[in-house]
Protein backbone atom coordinates (compact mmCIF):
# COMPACT_ATOMS: atom_id res chain seq x y z
CA UNK A 1 0.00 0.00 0.00
CA UNK A 2 1.17 3.45 -1.04
CA UNK A 3 0.47 6.46 1.63
CA UNK A 4 0.99 9.91 1.15
CA UNK A 5 3.95 10.49 3.41
CA UNK A 6 5.02 7.39 5.82
CA UNK A 7 3.10 6.60 8.55
CA UNK A 8 4.36 6.39 12.13
CA UNK A 9 5.53 3.59 13.86
CA UNK A 10 3.47 2.12 16.56
CA UNK A 11 3.03 3.56 19.83
CA UNK A 12 4.28 0.57 22.32
CA UNK A 13 4.94 -0.34 25.66
CA UNK A 14 7.74 -2.87 26.62
CA UNK A 15 6.29 -6.07 28.79
CA UNK A 16 8.41 -7.42 32.12
CA UNK A 17 9.90 -10.28 31.44
CA UNK A 18 10.08 -10.79 27.72
CA UNK A 19 11.27 -9.61 24.68
CA UNK A 20 8.13 -8.20 23.17
CA UNK A 21 6.11 -4.93 23.20
CA UNK A 22 2.36 -3.97 23.82
CA UNK A 23 1.06 -2.01 20.80
CA UNK A 24 -1.39 0.81 21.64
CA UNK A 25 -4.41 1.21 20.33
CA UNK A 26 -6.26 3.67 22.58
CA UNK A 27 -5.90 5.18 25.63
CA UNK A 28 -9.17 5.00 27.95
CA UNK A 29 -9.57 6.84 31.64
CA UNK A 30 -12.17 6.91 34.10
CA UNK A 31 -12.96 9.86 35.88
CA UNK A 32 -13.37 10.63 39.64
CA UNK A 33 -13.14 6.44 40.60
CA UNK A 34 -12.22 7.32 44.12
CA UNK A 35 -14.98 8.92 46.84
CA UNK A 36 -11.77 11.53 48.18
CA UNK A 37 -10.60 12.68 45.22
CA UNK A 38 -14.11 13.19 43.70
CA UNK A 39 -14.77 15.11 47.30
CA UNK A 40 -11.72 17.21 46.34
CA UNK A 41 -13.02 18.24 43.16
CA UNK A 42 -15.93 18.84 44.10
CA UNK A 43 -18.38 16.05 43.22
CA UNK A 44 -20.45 14.06 44.78
CA UNK A 45 -18.71 10.45 45.48
CA UNK A 46 -21.82 8.18 44.92
CA UNK A 47 -21.76 5.49 42.91
CA UNK A 48 -23.23 6.68 39.71
CA UNK A 49 -22.30 5.30 36.36
CA UNK A 50 -18.63 5.64 35.48
CA UNK A 51 -17.36 8.58 32.66
CA UNK A 52 -14.82 8.47 30.12
CA UNK A 53 -12.54 10.56 28.72
CA UNK A 54 -10.04 9.80 26.17
CA UNK A 55 -5.99 10.53 25.68
CA UNK A 56 -4.49 10.01 22.28
CA UNK A 57 -1.93 6.79 22.16
CA UNK A 58 0.53 8.97 21.40
CA UNK A 59 0.43 10.71 25.03
CA UNK A 60 2.63 7.63 26.15
CA UNK A 61 6.06 8.72 27.45
CA UNK A 62 7.58 5.25 28.47
CA UNK A 63 9.99 4.89 31.53
CA UNK A 64 11.76 2.08 31.57
CA UNK A 65 12.37 0.55 35.11
CA UNK A 66 14.97 1.74 37.18
CA UNK A 67 15.28 5.23 35.10
CA UNK A 68 13.78 8.71 35.59
CA UNK A 69 11.87 9.78 32.68
CA UNK A 70 11.21 12.87 31.81
CA UNK A 71 7.47 15.16 31.21
CA UNK A 72 7.94 18.37 29.11
CA UNK A 73 5.91 20.79 31.35
CA UNK A 74 3.07 21.66 28.64
CA UNK A 75 2.01 24.77 26.91
CA UNK A 76 -0.88 26.82 27.51
CA UNK A 77 -1.37 26.24 31.20
CA UNK A 78 0.37 27.73 34.32
CA UNK A 79 -1.42 24.89 36.49
CA UNK A 80 -0.01 21.24 35.50
CA UNK A 81 -1.29 18.18 37.71
CA UNK A 82 0.05 14.90 38.53
CA UNK A 83 -3.06 11.92 38.93
CA UNK A 84 -1.34 8.80 39.76
CA UNK A 85 -3.19 5.51 38.16
CA UNK A 86 -3.24 1.98 38.03
CA UNK A 87 -3.52 0.93 33.92
CA UNK A 88 -4.94 -1.81 33.01
CA UNK A 89 -4.69 -3.33 29.78
CA UNK A 90 -7.06 -4.87 27.29
CA UNK A 91 -5.51 -7.65 25.53
CA UNK A 92 -8.59 -9.69 24.35
CA UNK A 93 -11.44 -7.30 22.65
CA UNK A 94 -15.09 -7.16 23.00
CA UNK A 95 -18.19 -5.45 23.55
CA UNK A 96 -21.12 -5.94 26.32
CA UNK A 97 -18.62 -7.61 28.49
CA UNK A 98 -19.99 -9.40 31.69
CA UNK A 99 -18.84 -8.17 35.22
CA UNK A 100 -17.22 -12.21 35.73
CA UNK A 101 -15.79 -12.45 32.38
CA UNK A 102 -14.02 -8.89 32.72
CA UNK A 103 -10.33 -10.05 33.99
CA UNK A 104 -10.32 -12.25 30.48
CA UNK A 105 -10.05 -9.32 28.99
CA UNK A 106 -6.79 -8.06 30.47
CA UNK A 107 -3.55 -8.59 29.83
CA UNK A 108 -2.02 -6.80 32.62
CA UNK A 109 -1.34 -3.80 34.68
CA UNK A 110 1.03 -0.68 34.77
CA UNK A 111 1.86 2.58 36.86
CA UNK A 112 0.67 5.59 34.89
CA UNK A 113 0.23 9.35 35.50
CA UNK A 114 -2.81 11.10 33.65
CA UNK A 115 -0.55 14.78 33.54
CA UNK A 116 -3.72 17.42 33.34
CA UNK A 117 -3.51 21.03 32.90
CA UNK A 118 -6.30 21.92 35.59
CA UNK A 119 -6.50 25.31 34.61
CA UNK A 120 -7.97 24.52 30.88
CA UNK A 121 -9.97 21.37 32.43
CA UNK A 122 -11.36 24.00 35.12
CA UNK A 123 -12.48 26.40 32.13
CA UNK A 124 -13.81 23.45 30.20
CA UNK A 125 -16.09 22.48 32.84
CA UNK A 126 -17.24 26.19 33.60
CA UNK A 127 -18.40 26.37 29.68
CA UNK A 128 -19.24 23.42 29.28
CA UNK A 129 -16.36 22.14 26.57
CA UNK A 130 -15.15 19.06 26.37
CA UNK A 131 -11.42 18.45 28.33
CA UNK A 132 -9.38 17.52 25.11
CA UNK A 133 -7.02 20.93 25.61
CA UNK A 134 -6.88 19.80 29.53
CA UNK A 135 -6.43 16.31 29.62
CA UNK A 136 -5.49 15.34 25.70
CA UNK A 137 -2.12 17.06 24.64
CA UNK A 138 1.30 15.45 23.91
CA UNK A 139 3.25 13.33 26.32
CA UNK A 140 0.31 13.42 29.09
CA UNK A 141 0.47 10.21 29.62
CA UNK A 142 3.50 9.14 31.09
CA UNK A 143 3.77 5.41 32.37
CA UNK A 144 6.25 2.43 33.40
CA UNK A 145 5.71 -1.26 31.25
CA UNK A 146 3.01 -3.52 32.15
CA UNK A 147 2.98 -6.61 34.14
CA UNK A 148 1.28 -9.89 32.56
CA UNK A 149 -1.75 -10.94 34.55
CA UNK A 150 -0.42 -14.21 34.08
CA UNK A 151 2.39 -12.79 36.55
CA UNK A 152 1.00 -10.74 38.93
CA UNK A 153 -2.75 -11.99 39.17
CA UNK A 154 -5.81 -9.08 39.18
CA UNK A 155 -4.67 -7.00 42.04
CA UNK A 156 -8.00 -5.79 44.03
CA UNK A 157 -6.45 -4.32 47.28
CA UNK A 158 -3.28 -2.80 47.40
CA UNK A 159 -1.14 0.38 48.21
CA UNK A 160 -1.16 3.18 45.65
CA UNK A 161 0.92 6.39 45.98
CA UNK A 162 2.73 9.31 44.63
CA UNK A 163 5.22 11.63 46.44
CA UNK A 164 7.03 14.59 44.71
CA UNK A 165 10.33 15.64 45.74
CA UNK A 166 10.26 13.04 48.76
CA UNK A 167 6.90 14.31 49.93
CA UNK A 168 4.10 12.63 50.07
CA UNK A 169 1.20 13.87 47.77
CA UNK A 170 -1.27 10.65 47.08
CA UNK A 171 -1.73 7.45 49.46
CA UNK A 172 -4.57 5.03 48.99
CA UNK A 173 -5.94 1.80 48.37
CA UNK A 174 -6.75 0.78 44.83
CA UNK A 175 -9.54 -1.53 47.31
CA UNK A 176 -11.24 2.06 47.28
CA UNK A 177 -11.90 2.27 43.93
CA UNK A 178 -15.64 3.34 43.24
CA UNK A 179 -15.97 1.03 40.20
CA UNK A 180 -13.65 -2.16 40.58
CA UNK A 181 -11.58 -3.20 37.30
CA UNK A 182 -13.81 -5.66 36.02
CA UNK A 183 -17.01 -3.48 36.55
CA UNK A 184 -15.56 -0.36 34.54
CA UNK A 185 -14.45 -2.98 31.75
CA UNK A 186 -17.84 -4.33 31.29
CA UNK A 187 -19.19 -0.31 31.64
CA UNK A 188 -16.40 0.87 29.47
CA UNK A 189 -17.24 -1.79 26.63
CA UNK A 190 -21.10 -0.94 26.67
CA UNK A 191 -20.00 2.20 25.32
CA UNK A 192 -16.89 1.03 23.07
CA UNK A 193 -15.87 -2.52 21.22
CA UNK A 194 -12.66 -2.64 23.02
CA UNK A 195 -9.64 -4.16 21.30
CA UNK A 196 -6.32 -5.89 22.05
CA UNK A 197 -4.40 -2.54 22.82
CA UNK A 198 -6.28 -0.72 24.45
CA UNK A 199 -5.07 1.34 27.84
CA UNK A 200 -7.55 2.28 30.97
CA UNK A 201 -6.43 4.74 33.46
CA UNK A 202 -8.40 3.44 35.97
CA UNK A 203 -8.99 6.92 38.71
CA UNK A 204 -6.63 8.26 40.88
CA UNK A 205 -7.00 8.69 44.32
CA UNK A 206 -7.10 11.87 47.00
CA UNK A 207 -3.85 14.58 46.78
CA UNK A 208 -3.83 16.02 43.48
CA UNK A 209 -1.86 19.12 42.65
CA UNK A 210 0.18 20.87 40.70
CA UNK A 211 3.74 20.67 39.43
CA UNK A 212 6.62 22.76 38.35
CA UNK A 213 9.87 22.28 36.38
CA UNK A 214 12.43 20.12 38.76
CA UNK A 215 10.56 18.23 40.43
CA UNK A 216 10.90 14.79 40.63
CA UNK A 217 7.40 12.27 40.80
CA UNK A 218 7.91 8.75 42.47
CA UNK A 219 4.24 6.76 42.36
CA UNK A 220 4.10 3.40 43.29
CA UNK A 221 1.66 0.36 43.48
CA UNK A 222 1.70 -2.89 45.64
CA UNK A 223 3.59 -5.30 43.85
CA UNK A 224 4.29 -3.31 41.04
CA UNK A 225 7.12 -1.66 41.71
CA UNK A 226 7.66 2.45 41.33
CA UNK A 227 7.48 4.77 38.44
CA UNK A 228 10.16 7.68 38.84
CA UNK A 229 9.10 11.06 36.77
CA UNK A 230 10.95 14.18 36.93
CA UNK A 231 9.32 17.57 35.49
CA UNK A 232 11.61 19.47 32.40
Known amino acids: MRYVFE ?4 VAVPVVGIDQQFPVHRIYCVGRNYA ?5 MGSDPDREP ?4 CKPA ?3 VNVEPGTVGLFAYPPQTKNCHF ?3 LVAAIGKGGKHIEVEQANEHIYGYALGLDMTRRDLQNEAKKTGRPWDTGKGFDHGAPMGPLHRAIDVGHPVRGAIWLSVNGEQRQRGDIAAMIWSIPETVASLS ?4 LQPGDL ?3 GTPEGVGAIVPGDLMVGGVEGLGELHVEVV
Do not use: G, L
Open 83 to 85: EFE
Open 50 to 53: PFFF
Open 200 to 202: IFT
Open 7 to 10: PPAP
Open 36 to 40: DHARE
Open 58 to 60: DAV
Open 190 to 193: NFFE
